[in-house]
């Protein structure tokens, strides 16, 4: 039994005025189930039970057998079944007094994932809307702290290490950044979900109570994804499944914290999510046609035909252009794609006479060597290009240039860390780096052109 105005539980309360927001209430004013409550005298507490219409007491007055005092029905306190759980249980444990903090914040996430019912109905008009959102943010915090930290220094940190690549003290910042960022951007989007959530309610039919509710019942629904708190295998296994545990669970607080009927609070807290996955699928799609229009429609107009000897420094889009035309060679046997690709948008850019290439062959790559560049492929992943700088005396004596997916990367890199760059380049893309000798790249690096420089 609650209240009609709060939904605060009145369980083994005397008839009179609610606790929380002091509507008068009485027995008479609610329908029971048949035989599932016990009407109790006030005095002696003997119990009856109701078998009339509605689950009330038949006759509705009478002699108390135990006292003898003359009994209505609004007269009497309404008590749950003997082994129910008393009145303190029917709130929600986020909400329940005399408890600690640890025993409330798990048992609320629970409830989230097996009583959203219970949870919706038992979580008070007057709640704390901040401990609602401290609540969540919790969840968020363990699913980083506990469940992704550790995932993220085996899967990113070790081998970076191991390898001899960035720093321990180079890599911790960026990494925690990154990681915090992801946090925080979580909890804004469930906030922002849950103001999205009221909008729709309230356009299509409104609610008993204001945002704050809406708002409280939005971040108790994120209980299940307590699950991402598991060390490492949380946000590998967990990340699908309790996003759609937390939907289902948002909806049911909906329906009986904000008295909406099912399809109303599914559409509202669909709505948002259905957004961002069209918006990301239109902006993947325009990223695709935009490469695909660039490759195709680029031309010598692009080229600056007063240079008598072009600069892959200044060519590097059209150099990642054409470096995607080649990759849409599932297995290509030779460089020509790429080389036709290339002098179509810049020629003379590298010379095109396959005749002077040396193969590269290596566990899921394969490569070929001229005396202008360096042509690395990892079939269907990604593909990387090394050539010489212009400049004499640069430490930095080579430019690779790196395309994977929608990426594209160019850096400068010494002669000394060259081998090692690709090495690691080549593992990202799923080829087995090990296998490029030193020899193949030395090899290169001794038969390198260099040409002459103008004076400034």
Known sequence: ?????????????APGSCPECGTSFKPTDHEFSLGQVRFCCPDCDQAYYGDGPAGHLQPAEFECVSCRRWLTEDDCIIRPLVGEAEVASQIAPLFQPNTT??????????WAMVRPVDLGKGTPVSSSTMT???FMAVIQFLGLAVGAFPLLAIVVAMPMIAGGGMPVGGLIFPVLLAAGGGMLLTIVMILLNACVVHLVLVLTGGVAQGLGRTVTLCCLGSGPAILLSIPCFGPYCGIYLSGIWMIVSTILLLIHGQRVNGWRASISVLVLPIFLI???????SFGTMSATVATTRAGPNLVNVGMASPSV????????????????????????????????????????????LIQIEGNGFRGWQSERFFLLTVPGSGAILTTPTQRQ?????????????????????????????????????????????KSQVQGWVESVEREPVSSP
């Open 132 to 134: 609602a959102v401290t």
């Open 1 to 13: 039994m609650h209240c009609l105005k709060c939904d605060y539980p009145l369980w083994n309360l």
């Open 393 to 437: 005396g640069d430490d930095d004596r080579f430019l690779v240039v790196e395309i994977s997916g929608m990426i594209e990367s160019t850096s400068k890199v010494a002669e000394a860390d060259l081998r090692g760059d690709l090495v690691k380049r080549l593992d990202a893309l799923g080829g087995r780096g090990r296998d490029l000798s």
């Open 313 to 356: 420094g200044d060519h590097t889009r059209e150099v990642s252009a054409a470096l995607r035309t080649f990759l849409r060679d599932a297995d290509p046997e030779s460089p020509e794609a790429f080389l036709v690709a290339i002098d179509e948008l810049v020629p003379d850019l590298f010379p095109n006479d396959e005749s002077n």
């Open 101 to 110: 903090l640890v025993k409330r914040f798990f048992r609320t996430c629970g």
């Open 278 to 284: 069209a918006l990301g699928i239109v902006v993947i």
